[in-house]
Nanobody, 122 residues
Framework: QVQLAESGGGAAQVGGSLRLSCVASGFTFRIGIMAWYRQAPGQQRDLVASITTGGMPYYVDSVKGRFTISREHTENTATVTLQMNNRKPEDAAVYYC??????????????WGQGTQVTVSS
């Protein structure tokens, strides 16, 4: 059974940087596309960035040029990382790691982390 565990949340100043990591363990050979979502208070959960098994990234317009998603695999784990630079107040949210078992788009993600809080201070 695959589990996702996030780390790296916390506070960062406007213009600062923060790095989130998510480690997937257990049957990771079945993991396809991976992604980060975020949910601000009172808002829906939205896709931030995704990355395919081949390493092709996708970013929503609001984070292009500021965020970088990457992934790496070991024999037993898969890790997806989100490097957030030049942070803006609107980046404050709970960030969730997501993944899809096997092939398919990220909006069919069936694996979710618990979420990690990210705040932005001026």
């Amino acid at each position: 059974q695959v589990q996702l565990a996030e780390s790296g949340g916390g506070a960062a100043q406007v213009g600062g940087s923060l790095r989130l990591s998510c480690v997937a363990s257990g049957f990771t050979f079945r993991i396809g596309i991976m992604a980060w979502y975020r949910q601000a208070p009172g808002q829906q959960r939205d896709l931030v960035a995704s990355i395919t098994t081949g390493g092709m990234p996708y970013y929503v317009d609001s984070v292009k040029g500021r965020f970088t998603i990457s992934r790496e695999h070991t024999e037993n784990t898969a890790t997806v990382t989100l490097q957030m630079n030049n942070r803006k107040p609107e980046d404050a949210a709970v960030y969730y790691c997501a993944a899809k078992r096997g092939p398919g788009p990220i909006d069919a993600a069936d694996l979710w982390g618990q979420g990690t809080q990210v705040t932005v201070s001026s």
